[in-house]
C-alpha cells in the first residue's frame, strides 16, 4: 500500500470515527443525507456512461416528471438506478452476504425495461471493452469467474474496507459478465460493501471519469489496487464531509 493511499484511508477513518461518535443522526438530517448523497450517485454514475440528464433534470424524472428532448432510455437509467440504490440498501440493512443471486438482482433492476432479455442474466457471447488494455473472460467461463469472485470476496476481510470495495468492483468490472450495465452495477456493488462495512456510498463524479478509467485499466492489468482505491477513498471522504459538515456546522 502506497503513502498516498495510506494517509486518504488515515483521513477517511479518522472522519467516520467522528460520525460514529454522534450516531445515531437526526433522523430528518439522515433522510435529507441519504436523499441528496443518492441523487448524485446516480446522476454521477449515469453521466460517466453517457446519459445526458442534468443532475436538476435527474432530480425532476425521479419525483416522477418527464424531460422533453430526453429519451425514454435516460429516463429509465435514473428511475432503475434509483430502485437499485433502494435494493442494495435494503441487502445492506438485512446483513446479507455478496452472493451472485444479488448481483443478478442488482443488474436486472439496472436494466429494467431498458433490455429486459438480458437483465439478471450473464453474456453469452463475448465482448471486448473499448479503452480497455484487458479482454474478459470468454463467456464460457463466466460461472467459474463470478464463484471466483465470491470465493475471494469471502477471504479478503483482512482488507481495509475501501480497498477490498474498490478490489470488488475492480475484479467484477475486469470479468465484464453482462452485456450492458456492467459500470453501474459495478459502482452499485463497491457501494454495497462500503454501506456494509459502515461508511457512506463513494460518489465517483462525472468529471473524474478519465482518472476512474485510467485507475481501473491499471488496476485490472497489473492487479494492484491502490490507484482506483485512493480514487475511492478520495469519494468516501466527500461524502462523509457531507455528513459532518451537516451535523457540525461551522460557526
Not at 465482448?127 to 465470491?150: K, Q, Y
Not at 475492480?170 to 459502515?198: C, E, Q, S, W, Y
Amino acid at each position: 500500500m502506497n503513502r498516498a493511499l495510506l494517509t486518504i484511508l488515515q483521513l477517511v477513518d479518522a472522519e467516520k470515527a467522528k460520525l460514529d461518535a454522534v450516531r445515531p443522526l437526526p433522523p430528518h438530517t439522515l433522510a435529507s443525507l441519504r436523499e441528496k448523497l443518492a441523487l448524485e450517485w446516480t446522476y454521477h454514475s449515469n453521466a460517466i456512461e453517457g446519459n445526458t440528464l442534468t443532475l436538476r433534470e435527474t432530480k425532476v424524472v425521479l419525483e416522477g416528471i418527464t424531460v422533453g428532448g430526453k429519451s425514454l432510455r435516460e429516463h429509465f437509467e435514473a428511475t432503475n438506478h434509483r430502485d437499485a440504490i433502494l435494493y442494495v440498501e435494503e441487502i445492506v440493512s438485512r446483513q446479507e452476504p455478496l452472493s451472485e443471486w444479488q448481483i443478478k438482482n442488482i443488474h436486472a433492476l439496472v436494466l429494467k425495461g431498458i433490455d429486459d432479455l438480458q437483465a439478471g442474466k450473464y453474456r453469452q457471447e463475448n465482448v471486448a471493452i473499448a479503452g480497455a488494455s484487458t479482454t474478459p473472460p470468454d463467456f464460457l467461463h463466466l460461472n467459474d469467474a463470478m464463484r471466483a469472485l465470491i470465493d475471494w470476496y469471502q477471504v479478503s476481510g483482512d482488507l481495509h474496507p475501501v480497498a477490498r470495495a474498490a478490489a470488488l468492483h475492480t475484479r467484477f468490472v475486469k470479468i465484464h459478465p453482462f452485456i450492458d450495465g456492467n459500470g453501474r452495477t459495478g459502482r452499485l456493488l463497491l457501494n454495497f460493501d462500503l454501506m456494509k462495512a459502515g461508511y457512506p456510498p463513494a460518489v465517483i463524479r462525472k468529471e473524474d471519469r478519465l482518472a476512474y478509467y485510467d485507475a481501473l485499466d491499471e488496476a485490472c492489468v497489473s492487479g494492484v489496487y491502490d490507484r482506483i482505491a485512493h480514487l475511492v477513498g478520495e469519494a468516501v471522504k466527500r461524502s462523509l464531509d457531507a455528513y459532518l459538515a451537516l451535523i457540525s456546522p461551522s460557526p
